[in-house]
């Protein structure tokens, strides 16, 4: 075989190689995270994970600089790269539910529930993708059951109080049971915990 | 110059496995940005984000493409002298050419061989970035940096304190902006608090939590830019020069030939390096050192006044930044075009020393 053969053999196998590692992957029930990575994460594979590792990087640079309107782009970039990852959907919707819904950067309530809001759209978001979508889930309930409905009424104003918050949490509570989450017993103990507590204190 | 080596050197700087990796990864780094169904589902609120997502895929293409492009560069360059001393000597040596000549084309090919890639990545990264732009993100005038004014030193503004700073009396047309850098800072009540910055003909007030720049339209014909510290916290007004002006640029390709041409010069210097150490050692050790070369000299010169002078330094991450903003580079400037001229000289030098003992007997000069 030639040296022009060979050549022509590496460049063949080359591109089938990259056209089946860009294509759709095979239809699974498991696989339903997989179908919505983007062509670039699948040819990528393994390279992804670091590239968004850049991303996130440069996310946080852009923070530290000041434009968040960047930052959110390299976040966009870095989910689309590695969508996998519930590291990267987790740390996304922490930034938007305890730093960008902060009083100390948010005064108006209004404008607080927004960015809650914005965080969780974020975590749902993740669950269609992530490989573990139900520790995504559990994240929420737990923000929602330990963290905000333990805030005053007066500087988040949530319709329906702290009791509408344990009863979204007890739904996501379930939703992270179904997608395969572990230690779901605790959480809804706690929440079964804090209705007591409101009940004792009339609310 | 003898012309056929110089296109040799051309193609062996840049042989097609280059062009073709450069281009693959330019491309691999734009088409990969997150399009508006995507960042929608990451965050529903976010059109800035799609606004500007043109922009940051440009800037991010720039930067994988120049990492790969300063690899090949420096590897292929380096390689280039090495292949005197192992085979082409036979027939250099006794062409008739002389060593400066042989030396001074070969330089010049890798020169022009190197400048390719640049132009390869503006011209993907410019028009994938412009037709990205074409769609409903499409953003106002092209801005360029005009002046950048203020106080050598970071400063901080109590409650009700002001800071104003006068813009010189100069032609600066309608549309020009100007912006002020600032962040929260510790030592009054909140640690938070709120800007106002004022100009003539526009004010604006804004909550500042984090680094933030404070924008408003620029006064015409100069006039005062003045920040007052409306909150309860401390306003650090962050030296130095904390004040830029931005005025309406005419650069070609949306600023894309500009960065090219900022690319281009850090490209040649590690491509003169890597080609004139290549001369003297083995071309692997030559292309690392002139990568190691100039990195350390971008850190050594990194607090210098000189950092703009490196080329592939602040003037480039600059430029790159202005592009991540939708913004025009600055020009490439005398003291980077003299940097790289010296870079090559010393190359030249280098190479051209490397042959003073070679092939005494058949040489012609």
């Given at each position: 075989?030639?040296?022009?053969?060979?050549?022509?053999?590496?460049?063949?196998?080359?591109?089938?190689?990259?056209?089946?590692?860009?294509?759709?992957?095979?239809?699974?029930?498991?696989?339903?995270?997989?179908?919505?990575?983007?062509?670039?994460?699948?040819?990528?594979?393994?390279?992804?994970?670091?590239?968004?590792?850049?991303?996130?990087?440069?996310?946080?640079?852009?923070?530290?600089?000041?434009?968040?309107?960047?930052?959110?782009?390299?976040a966009a970039r870095a989910l689309s790269l590695d969508s996998r990852a519930a590291a990267g959907w987790l740390t996304l919707a922490d930034h938007f539910i305890f730093i960008r819904a902060s009083p100390l950067e948010e005064a108006d309530p209004a404008a607080r529930r927004r960015w809650i809001r914005e965080g969780f759209a974020v975590l749902r978001s993740g669950?269609?993708?992530?490989?573990?979508?139900?520790?995504?889930?559990?994240?929420?309930?737990?923000?929602?059951?330990?963290?905000?409905?333990?805030?005053?009424?007066?500087?988040?104003?949530w319709?329906?109080?702290?009791?509408?918050?344990?009863?979204?949490?007890?739904?996501?509570?379930?939703?992270?049971?179904?997608?395969?989450?572990?230690?779901?017993?605790?959480?809804?103990?706690?929440?079964?915990?804090?209705?007591?507590?409101?009940?004792?204190q009339g609310r | 110059m003898n012309l056929?080596?110089?296109?040799?050197?051309?193609?062996?700087a840049a042989p097609a496995v280059a062009l073709v990796g450069v281009a693959g990864v330019t491309l691999l780094a734009i088409a990969g940005q997150p399009g508006r169904a995507e960042i929608v589902e990451v965050s529903p609120k976010?059109?800035?984000?799609?606004?500007?997502?043109?922009?940051?895929?440009?800037?991010?293409?720039?930067?994988?493409?120049?990492?790969?492009?300063?690899?090949f560069t420096v590897l292929f360059a380096a390689r280039i002298p090495d292949?005197?001393?192992?085979?082409?000597?036979d027939w250099l040596g006794t062409s008739g050419t002389s060593r400066s000549s042989i030396v001074r084309s070969c330089l010049a090919g890798t020169l022009a061989g190197a400048a390719t890639l640049p132009v390869i990545i503006g011209l993907i990264a410019g028009s994938m970035g412009q037709a990205r732009e074409s769609g409903p993100a499409s953003r106002g005038q092209?801005?360029?940096?005009?002046?950048?004014?203020?106080?050598?030193?970071?400063?901080?503004?109590?409650?009700?304190?002001?800071?104003?700073?006068?813009?010189?009396?100069?032609?600066?047309?309608?549309?020009?902006?100007?912006?002020?850098?600032?962040?929260?800072?510790?030592?009054?009540?909140?640690?938070?608090?709120?800007?106002?910055?004022?100009?003539?003909?526009?004010?604006?007030?804004?909550?500042?939590?984090?680094?933030?720049?404070?924008?408003?339209?620029?006064?015409?014909g100069g006039g005062v830019i003045a920040v007052t510290n409306t909150g309860s916290g401390a306003l650090a007004v962050l030296g130095p020069a904390p004040v830029e002006v931005w005025r309406p640029s005419s650069a070609w390709g949306s600023g894309h030939l500009r960065l090219a041409a900022h690319a281009a010069l850090h490209l040649a210097f590690l491509a003169a390096l890597a080609f004139g150490l290549g001369a003297w050692?083995?071309?692997?050790?030559?292309?690392?050192?002139?990568?190691?070369?100039?990195?350390?000299?971008?850190?050594?010169?990194?607090?210098?006044?000189?950092?703009?002078?490196?080329?592939?330094?602040?003037?480039?991450?600059?430029?790159?930044?202005?592009?991540?903003?939708?913004?025009?580079?600055?020009?490439?400037?005398?003291?980077l075009a003299l940097a790289a001229s010296a870079a090559v000289l010393a190359g030249f030098t280098l190479a051209r020393t490397s042959l003073g003992t070679w092939r005494r007997e058949s040489r012609s000069s």
């Open positions: 075989m030639g040296a022009r053969s060979v050549r022509l053999l590496l460049a063949g196998s080359a591109a089938v190689t990259l056209a089946l590692s860009a294509a759709s992957p095979l239809s699974a029930p498991e696989l339903e995270g997989r179908r919505r990575m983007g062509p670039v994460q699948r040819l990528l594979g393994p390279i992804a994970s670091a590239a968004a590792s850049v991303e996130w990087a440069r996310y946080v640079g852009a923070l530290d600089a000041g434009d968040v309107t960047r930052a959110y782009g390299h669950e269609l993708r992530a490989a573990s979508p139900g520790v995504l889930a559990r994240y929420a309930a737990t923000i929602k059951a330990a963290y905000l409905s333990n805030v005053p009424d007066e500087g988040l104003g319709p329906g109080g702290p009791r509408a918050l344990l009863n979204e949490a007890r739904v996501d509570l379930e939703r992270a049971a179904a997608l395969g989450a572990r230690e779901v017993e605790v959480a809804l103990a706690y929440i079964e915990e804090r209705e007591r507590e409101l009940t004792d | 056929p080596l110089l296109r040799l050197s051309a193609r062996r976010f059109e800035e984000v799609i606004v500007s997502g043109a922009e940051l895929a440009s800037s991010t293409a720039w930067i994988a493409g120049l990492v790969v492009a300063s690899a292949r005197w001393f192992r085979q082409e000597g092209l801005l360029e940096l005009a002046m950048l004014a203020g106080p050598s030193r970071s400063f901080v503004l109590m409650p009700g304190e002001r800071f104003e700073q006068a813009l010189p009396e100069h032609d600066l047309p309608p549309d020009a902006r100007v912006r002020v850098r600032v962040a929260p800072a510790l030592g009054a009540e909140g640690p938070t608090t709120k800007a106002l910055v004022k100009s003539a003909s526009q004010s604006s007030e804004l909550r500042v939590a984090r680094r933030a720049w404070l924008e408003v339209e620029a006064p015409e050692m083995g071309p692997g050790i030559a292309a690392s050192l002139a990568l190691a070369l100039w990195l350390g000299a971008r850190m050594a010169l990194a607090s210098t006044g000189l950092a703009d002078a490196l080329p592939g330094g602040a003037a480039l991450s600059a430029a790159i930044g202005a592009i991540a903003e939708g913004r025009s580079p600055l020009l490439v400037r005398p003291p």
